[in-house]
């Protein structure tokens, strides 16, 4: 079973049982019965209203464990696993119930568009991926809910990103004539020590020295891999902590430098920042480069159906507008002017200026890319109607300052949205109530302090 790619950008690395990519999870199953025949389960945790079975745990520590089947010495010890797996099913918990405190809603059509990408993805059909699931031990309707459940959590933090994030063109302008500005991309995987709110100096302590213990590990020839599933506590860190690839402004100031100084496989000190401490390996980095693009110069004649224009007779009108630019040789521009129904170019005589091949959609990017320069296509259809194409030219294009800029409000927006979000988490799993019913599942520290 392959694993879903990127399904759904936020929400797959929320989600504890389907960390970072969509999977086949098994149903529960207990070991223990009574008299032979009834499971045995029990709350392993309190989250606010909600609670934690000890069979989801179970599913979600089985997930982590198939996905590592092949490297099982790079997965912490049981114990550690299992408080790690807990802690993100909690957080779990915790954003779908804001989500839903919110009103975000999901619909079974969305569930259903969710389970049709989820089936594409793994080369299956809807119906070959649900016997999937079932023959996996898990529930379709499981499956669904879970699915579901990331959509949320995928529109909480948007809805929490869209509220706290605002980018101006000012700000784009004072990054790009930083004398700090770096250009390029670097593959990064980081491993995360969090500093709770309102954290004590002993707390801080002893975030430090477990920073320090995960550094000692990786020196000692502990791969970066297995330290960050092991010691981190980020919500990537079953992902053996990959940050992937990243634009150098998308770094947080505090750590840029660092990152610039680096050599790909170094590995930095354990670095302090707002949330806790942080050890950053350089695993690759790319060099910025020109960025040249083809433009093209196209008219077009947009025929639209109406309650005065049915499809059939839209189509026939196009055909007979065809027939007059190429067979009776009628200026493509004034017909346009006179019949076309697309409000952005029909007073232009059509003229649609000089755009990038996607820019006005598929349709017209396929068209393009058949036609020579001077070539009028015959009508083709769209979802607005009919049209007719007429290439006027192509030209080579450097749009290198240009997409700087879009990679600098990329960069910047990106910084500011995970700043919030962890920001967000922060604050939302300090407010809960959220209690730890079985010793061994509680954090050593946590233990010590009761």
Known sequence: MKHLSALLL???????????????????????????????????????????????????VRSIKQQYANSPGQLPPDDVLDRQVLDR???????????????????????????????????????????AVEQSGQSFGAF????????????????????????????????????????????????????????SADDIHAAGAKA???????????????????YSDAQDALDGGDLGWRKMDE?????????????????????????GFHIIKLVDQRAPSRQVVTEYHARQILIRPSELITPEQAHQKAQDLYKRIVDKHEDFAKLAKENSKDPTTANAGGDMGWFQRDQWGATIAQQLSQLKDGEVSAPFQSEAGWHILQLEGTRKSDVTEEAERNQARQAIGNRKAEQAYEDFLRQLRSDAYVNILVPALKDPEARDKT
Do not use: C, W
């Open 251 to 275: 770094i947080p100031p505090a750590f840029a430098d660092t990152v610039a100084a680096m050599k790909p496989g170094q590995v930095s000190s354990a670095l302090r920042g707002p949330t």
């Open 212 to 230: 320090q213990q995960a550094l000692d590990a990786i020196k000692g020839g502990m791969d970066f891999t297995a330290a960050a599933i092991r």
């Open 10 to 60: 936020f929400a797959l690395t929320a989600a504890m049982a389907l960390p970072a990519q969509a999977q086949l999870l098994p149903q529960a199953q207990a070991n223990d019965t009574v008299s032979g025949t009834q499971p045995i389960d029990r709350i392993v945790a309190v989250v606010d209203e909600n609670v934690i079975l000890q069979s989801e745990l179970d599913d979600a």
């Open 144 to 199: 669904r809910d879970q699915l579901a459940d990331q959509l949320m959590v995928q529109r909480l933090h948007q809805n929490v990103v869209r509220d706290s994030v605002t980018i101006t063109d000012s700000e784009i302008n004072n990054l790009l004539a930083s004398p700090t500005y770096k250009a390029g991309e670097v593959h990064l995987a980081h491993i995360q020590i969090s500093i709770p709110a309102g954290a």
């Open 89 to 131: 099913l909690v957080l779990m918990k915790l954003q779908v119930s804001k989500a839903g405190e919110q009103g975000v809603r999901v619909s079974n059509d969305e569930v259903d568009q969710a389970v049709a990408t989820v089936a594409q993805q793994n080369r299956m059909s809807p119906a070959q991926l649900q016997q």
